[in-house]
Structures are given as C-alpha cells and as structure tokens.
Nanobody, 121 residues
Framework: QVQLVESGGGLVQPGGSLRLSCAASGSIFSIYTMGWYRQAPGKQRELVATIASGGRTNYADSVKGRVTISRDSAKNTVYLQMNSLKPDDTAVYYC???????????????WGQGTQVTVSS
C-alpha cells in the first residue's frame, strides 16, 4: 500500500536547524494530508505540523514561527524545516500521510518508522 520513509534527523545544538524529509511510495491513488508528529520519552505523540493537498498548513503552537512544512506533490514528499531548535524539541519525529491507495478505497493513516531529533549542547 503506502510506505513512508523519513530522513534528516540527528543531533543539533540549541538554536540550530534541521530539515526532515519524508517520501511516500508504493501503491498511491491520492494523498490528502501529510504531516509530522513527534513523541518525546514518557509523553504522548503530538502534532507538529500538517499540510493538505491544497497547501493549507496547520502548526502546533509550540513550533509556530520556528517550523515550516512544505510539500512536493509530484514527488509525494513532505519536508519539515526546523529552526531555532530547543531541547524541548527532542523527540522521535514521525511522518504521517492520510491517503488512499486505490480508487474506491477509503483513505487511511500511514506512518513512517520515525527519525530521532536530539537538541543538546
């Protein structure tokens, strides 16, 4: 069906920047919304940002002004540019796609395997 592969995580100092990428592949009829979520140790998974097929974006209050989500629909890829990173941004970041893999099949949520982002000096 739909597979998601993230890349771009790593260790960065406070105030630094990272760019995450997520490419969707497999049987894809239509991807409606793509987004990023994160989960810190001992916490629930939370929304970071989403982008709809028409380009409308949504951001968590905690990242507004520091994070930009973008999408290349031709490549079925979503990006997350993160600036002014803080230690509180440390988490595993998961890519999400709300997509349908075939005509007539209702869309489902698909998840990547996650990429670690660590913000530390």
């Amino acid at each position: 069906q739909v597979q998601l592969v993230e890349s771009g995580g790593g260790l960065v100092q406070p105030g630094g920047s990272l760019r995450l990428s997520c490419a969707a592949s497999g049987s894809i009829f239509s991807i409606y919304t793509m987004g990023w979520y994160r989960q810190a140790p001992g916490k629930q998974r939370e929304l970071v940002a989403t982008i709809a097929s028409g380009g409308r974006t949504n951001y968590a209050d905690s990242v507004k002004g520091r994070v930009t989500i973008s999408r290349d629909s031709a490549k079925n890829t979503v990006y997350l540019q993160m600036n002014s990173l803080k230690p509180d941004d440390t988490a595993v970041y998961y890519c999400n796609a709300y997509a349908s893999w075939r005509v007539g099949v209702a869309p489902n949520d698909y998840w990547g395997q996650g990429t670690q982002v660590t913000v530390s000096s």
